[in-house]
């Protein structure tokens, strides 16, 4: 399959996250988060037909899979759910039978894939950024070993020595059950967890090693023989722009300021008038 050049990193992203889907997975989808569904369902179409979804919006486990949205983005975790929980039932009968894989986007991360969602500062009550919090990650991290992370934008304020909160474990020493984060794909490059440190795996094409380094608030560990990044191919966008994101809704998480306002706009104007 011929490999374009003209892809864009919201893309490129969601290649890299639909590469991780197997045939057969249970994955959770968060709220919110459009980059990792694009990915699962383009697993899902190109290699992984057996997979899953479990949507915390509409609490529902969908087989089937329709185009990405934003008012009615409901449709299609409700209207193609094969069964629907509460949310205390889903975390009773979901995560222990099925131990569905999940992408998290973390606000902070350190070296040992501990996350924080919950507020920049370190005093709790009279924090400088209060972050929209930490949803089901404390329950799901200190127990299972499915944790995928994702940063649209690498920065050393994500990537930090020390975090202020943890809401998320990671690669503890000496902790009872599971495992930290196994993967990490950000706007720079992919990575993973060798020994418990977080090491980089894969660089972009046309990313160099110093800018990743750069913008890293650690010294990152570096696979042997590092690769550059795999692009995608003409089906993978041909089915991202065409079929599962026709209203580009995957690039509200790389973008921000007027330019997110500006694409939300539109999308919600596109949604409206038919």
């Known amino acids: 399959m011929p490999l374009p050049s003209d ?11 639909a590469r991780q889907v197997r045939d057969g997975d249970v994955w959770a989808q968060g709220i919110n988060t459009p980059l990792v569904a694009a990915g699962l369902i383009l697993g899902k179409i190109r290699h992984a037909p057996s997979a899953r979804f479990t949507s915390a919006i509409g609490q529902a486990l969908v087989q089937d899979w329709g185009p990405l949205g934003v008012s009615d983005i409901e449709s299609l ?11 205390a039932a889903g975390a009773a009968e979901i995560l222990p039978k099925f131990q569905p894989k999940e992408f998290f986007r973390p606000a902070q991360v350190d070296q040992r894939g501990n996350l924080n969602n ?3 500062g370190k005093n709790y009550h009279k924090p400088r950024m209060r972050l929209p919090g930490s949803g089901g990650i ?9 944790t995928y992370l994702y ?13 202020d909160f943890i ?7 000496g902790r009872i059950r599971g495992g930290g984060p196994r993967y990490l794909i950000t706007d720079l490059g992919q990575f993973d967890w060798a020994d418990g440190r977080m090491r980089l795996t894969s660089i972009h094409p046309g990313v160099e090693l110093d800018r990743i380094q750069g913008k890293t608030g650690f010294e ?12 995608p191919d003409e089906e993978d966008l041909r089915l991202l722009r065409d079929e599962i994101d026709p209203l580009d809704t995957r690039k509200l998480e790389t973008l921000g300021g007027a330019a997110r306002k500006a694409l939300l706009r539109e999308i919600l104007r596109r949604e409206t008038s038919g």
Not at 77 to 87: A, D, Q
Not at 167 to 173: A, F, I, K, L
Not at 220 to 231: K, Q
């Open 167 to 173: 809401s998320g474990m990671g690669h503890v020493p």
């Open 7 to 17: 892809y864009s990193i919201d893309e490129l992203i969601c290649v890299c996250i």
């Open 118 to 120: 919950i507020a920049f």
């Open 77 to 87: 975790w409700v209207g193609k759910g094969l069964i629907h929980l509460g949310f």
């Open 138 to 146: 404390p329950d799901v991290t200190p127990n299972y070993d499915h």
């Open 220 to 231: 990152l560990d570096v696979a042997d023989g590092l690769d550059e990044t795999s692009p």
């Open 151 to 163: 940063v649209p934008r690498h920065s050393r304020l994500t990537f930090a020595r020390k975090i």
